[in-house]
């Protein structure tokens, strides 16, 4: 039938038969048996020709399930004169199979956002004319020109000047990237800069964007439907239940007392545990932001062993952020962010939004910049307070000075992207970025393997350093870098052959995995409308951790479906013995049926609850604390950094200058980072013992603070006795270097542990944490 026309019919269904029940009963206890019956017969016969046709969509399929029961004891009640047994058994039969369609039927995967995405047409340069062709036309040669802000059309070559591109949609990645002269350009990508043009390597079909949409919708097309729940158990119940039936028959000879087995085996538990579980289980997830499309995805999300993620955008936080800032010697830190954010007011480039973002959240106030000129794929260089500043890339052989090297260093070592700054003709500056990991994705991945995945794998299309960093952060079983939209698919189809695998994408790149993967389960917050489109799967909130909770909504869920459905057939199994004896008659055991039906169903509906072994409910004011306390840690960790500057400060030179650095930094301890960590010993643990199950969980963390406060104490006798001699004494040197270095790594990890165990329990994900 028309799937648009199913919740219509099922709808009626129900209708029907609750009608014919209830106008019976009423036309009973008026004192009119016949109207009775015939309203009873009605609604039984109602239910007997779907049922009918459901057995025999099963037997097409080589199927036999549970339906056979209903069909045997529908007709045997009409057929002995159990009419009211009959209508019980149809209305049942109805309920059931209306919450059965709730819980499977699931929204289409059209991959509309795909092909919307599609360009269309394309500019083709002849000569010194341009002509705009259809897509279609396109041939192998062509020599196509790419406007600023276009869609590239199909494959090809960079012919003239260097093209900046945004390949987010194919890799994933948020940094835009530069295609010299010959390099190869793929369909699908947007030009981020000036005009180029491009020599067509490639036809519109056979380029890479059209791949994309091939392998969704041949990966969508892979996925069978579940085989309800109801039926596995059929194996089983279904020939015991004619066994009793017929034995019941042939010892006592009443064709009644079998009719009355069939009855009370009439399959209401197993049709009725699975959906009201899974249904409970739907209404549940959406409450905690997450959008479960299908009953049979939720079933399969409960039962998955393996868990596969894109990066970007999944376990990161899909934009570049300031890690850190390093000014050359004699200038501020700050200030050079200043005029760098100031420059990048009017740059449309992606790290230029991630400067001024910056700047702005520390209070830095930006000048007004004038004579912008950006050069594409370079940087942007502007007039600021009369001072001509630069923002951008510099020949990594023109950097000379010692922190220049180290900066470069520092940027290898840490994955991260470097904008330089220079004022007038003088290297001033340099601005580190970076994607950060997402700060709940190693407490996620810690539940991910509590609920019962063994194996998490991650595939990207970003190079393998930084993503092998993420994955020894998280503690991954396999990271695949510089992974293509078609490699992923073919991973994912691979880690399908051995178990059920979820997929967790937040980009169009990610469709085809989405739609190959056993479940797919799309960012939906941020991510793109075709990744949406391809899941099963929508996490509507911009935090990991609900997939998680996904993860354990589902288990419980199927638990408690399952628990019901056997304790349904349990007690259904020692009414088909009772009702064999000759103890229940049909319609008494339809009612006791109905008894069963209605335990199951609140059993059932326990899924709607959160389970308490889980659920770490934090109250809102401890939510509020928790928010508190990460704006604190932002705007500290800025400030931990001068550590670790004072102890190479005292390694180089360690005198007077270094002396009152020292003092800087004893005073920095003392009055900002000490008080936080006293109030959160003394306000924010205490609140966390109940929700985290009693002090042991912060424990650890206290034991942090007293050493934090041990080795402030240290550096400041230190400090102290140095003051006394007016000078560090050579013996001091060694012991500060071990403290500062110390107590700089001790923070930095506290800070983290803190974000990940703890601040992620507030309702709304805090900022990323830098140089993560």
Not at 19 to 37: F, R, Y
Not at 118 to 136: C, E, K
Not at 179 to 191: E, L, Q, W
Not at 648 to 672: I, Q, Y
Request: hydrophobic fraction near 50%; charge should be negative.
């Amino acid at each position: 039938m028309p799937s648009q026309l199913r919740p219509t019919i099922d709808i009626a269904f129900v209708a029907l038969t609750v009608t014919a029940l209830v106008g019976g009963g009423i036309a009973w206890l008026s004192g009119a048996p016949k109207i009775a019956d015939g309203a009873w017969i009605t609604g039984t016969v109602v239910a007997v020709v779907p049922a009918v046709v459901w057995v025999g969509m099963a037997l097409s399929r080589r199927r036999l399930g549970v339906d056979v029961i209903a069909v045997l004891s529908l007709v045997g009640t009409l057929l002995v004169g159990e009419y009211l047994a009959g209508a019980l058994i149809a209305m049942m039969l109805a309920g059931g199979r209306a919450l059965d369609a709730a819980a499977s039927r699931r929204a289409s995967h059209d991959l509309h956002a795909l092909l919307e995405r599609s360009p269309r047409f394309a500019r083709r340069r002849t000569g010194n004319q341009v002509t705009v062709i259809p897509l279609d036309e396109v041939a192998v040669d062509d020599l196509l020109v790419v406007g600023p802000g276009e869609v590239v059309p199909v494959d090809g070559r960079v012919v003239d000047v260097v093209a900046v591109l945004d390949e987010s949609v194919l890799t994933g990645e948020p940094l835009q990237v530069e295609r010299g002269a010959g390099d190869t350009v793929r369909s699908g990508v947007v030009n981020a800069g000036g005009a180029f043009e491009l020599r067509a390597t490639a036809t519109a079909a056979d380029s890479t964007y059209a791949g994309i949409v091939r392998l969704a919708q041949e990966a969508g097309a892979e996925n069978a439907p579940i085989v309800r729940l109801a039926d596995r158990y059929a194996a089983w119940f279904l020939p015991l239940a004619l066994l009793l039936a017929g034995g019941a028959w042939l010892i006592s000879g009443s064709p009644v007392r079998a009719v009355a087995v069939l009855v009370v085996a009439t399959p209401c538990p197993l049709l009725l545990a699975a959906p009201v579980a899974i249904v409970s289980g739907l209404s549940r997830a959406s409450r905690a932001g997450v959008i479960v499309r299908s009953g049979g995805a939720l079933e399969s999300l409960g039962n998955a062993t393996t868990l596969v993620m894109d990066k970007t955008g999944t376990l990161t936080m899909g934009q570049p952020r300031v890690i850190d800032v390093v000014a050359a010697p004699g200038l501020e830190s700050s200030e050079l962010l200043r005029l760098a954010a100031s420059v990048d007011q009017l740059s449309p480039h992606v790290l230029a939004e991630a400067i001024v973002t910056e700047a702005l959240a520390r209070g830095l106030l930006l000048a007004l910049p004038t004579e912008v000129l950006e050069e594409p794929g370079r940087g942007v260089s502007a007039s600021v307070e009369g001072r001509r500043i630069f923002v951008g890339k510099v020949p990594v052989d023109t950097i000379k000075s010692g922190w220049g090297r180290g900066v470069i260093n520092r940027a290898r070592l840490d994955g991260a992207a470097i904008a330089w700054v220079r004022v007038g003709d003088e290297p001033a500056g340099a601005v580190l970025l970076r994607d950060p990991l997402r700060r709940n994705a190693p407490r996620t991945m810690r539940r991910l393997r509590e609920a019962g995945l063994n194996r998490l794998v991650m595939l990207t299309g970003d190079r393998a350093e930084p993503a092998r960093e993420v994955g020894t952060v998280l503690g991954l079983d396999e990271v695949y870098a510089e992974q293509s939209p078609a490699d992923k698919v073919a991973a994912i189809r691979s880690e399908r052959e051995h178990a059920v695998t979820v997929m967790v994408g937040d980009g169009i790149n990610d469709a085809p995995a989405l739609a190959a993967a056993t479940v797919g389960v799309a960012m939906g917050a941020r991510g793109a409308t075709a990744s949406s489109e391809a899941a099963d799967i929508v996490l509507t909130t911009d935090r990991l951790d609900r997939l998680a909770d996904a993860m354990d909504i589902a288990r419980r869920s199927r638990r408690i479906a399952v628990q019901s459905a056997v304790v349904g057939m349990g007690l259904s199994l020692i009414a088909m013995v009772i009702a064999a004896l000759g103890w229940l008659p049909p319609a008494a055991g339809a009612l006791l049926q109905e008894g069963i039906d209605i335990a199951v169903i609140l059993n059932a509906l326990r899924a709607l609850r959160g389970d308490p072994a889980t659920d770490v409910q934090v109250s809102p004011e401890t939510g509020q604390m928790l928010r508190r306390f990460a704006a604190e840690h932002d705007e500290l960790r800025d400030s931990l950094s001068q550590l670790r500057d004072t102890a190479d400060l005292l390694v180089t030179a360690p005198d007077a200058t270094a002396l009152e650095e020292l003092a800087l930094t004893h005073r920095l301890l003392v009055d900002r980072i000490l008080p936080h960590e006293k109030a959160e010993e003394a306000d924010l643990y205490p609140a966390l013992a109940r929700p985290l199950g009693g002090g042991e969980a912060t424990a650890t963390m206290s034991r942090s603070h007293a050493e934090i406060e041990r080795l402030t104490d240290r550096i400041g006798t230190h400090l102290g006795l140095a003051q006394t001699a007016e000078m560090l004494q050579p013996d001091q040197v060694d012991d500060l270097l071990a403290c500062l270095y110390g107590l700089y790594a001790l923070l930095r990890l506290h800070f983290v542990q803190e974000e990940e165990s703890y601040f992620t329990l507030a309702e709304d994900e805090p900022a990323a944490p830098k140089g993560t």
